[in-house]
């Protein structure tokens, strides 16, 4: 497990799995944080968690890991997400 990347599916969300798989970002090593998390959390649709993932396998390089890890620091600060 890595501090950015995707986070790690459950093994029982089959869609999840298998849309990750089909668009190569299987290959990349979980993370505690991504770049789905700091654009919506579970708010979102899988399909828009998968783009997300996709777009961050991209673009993934150290300058935009240390821009996920400031978002999540933000938003951990404003507590977005946070249902209770």
């Known amino acids: 497990m890595s501090f950015v990347g995707p986070r790690p599916a459950l093994f029982n969300q089959s869609d999840l799995i298998?849309?990750?798989t089909r668009y190569g970002v299987h290959q990349l090593v979980p993370g505690l944080t991504g770049w789905a998390q700091v654009n919506g959390r579970d708010e979102?649709?899988?399909?828009?968690?998968v783009e997300l993932d996709f777009e961050y396998l991209q673009r993934k390089s150290i300058q935009f890991d240390i821009h996920v890890l400031?978002?999540?620091f933000i938003s951990v600060?404003?507590?977005?997400?946070?249902?209770?």
Do not use: Y
């Open 44 to 49: 979102l649709p899988i399909a828009a968690k």
């Open 77 to 84: 600060l404003k507590r977005d997400g946070v249902a209770h």
């Open 18 to 20: 298998e849309l990750r």
């Open 70 to 72: 400031w978002r999540t």
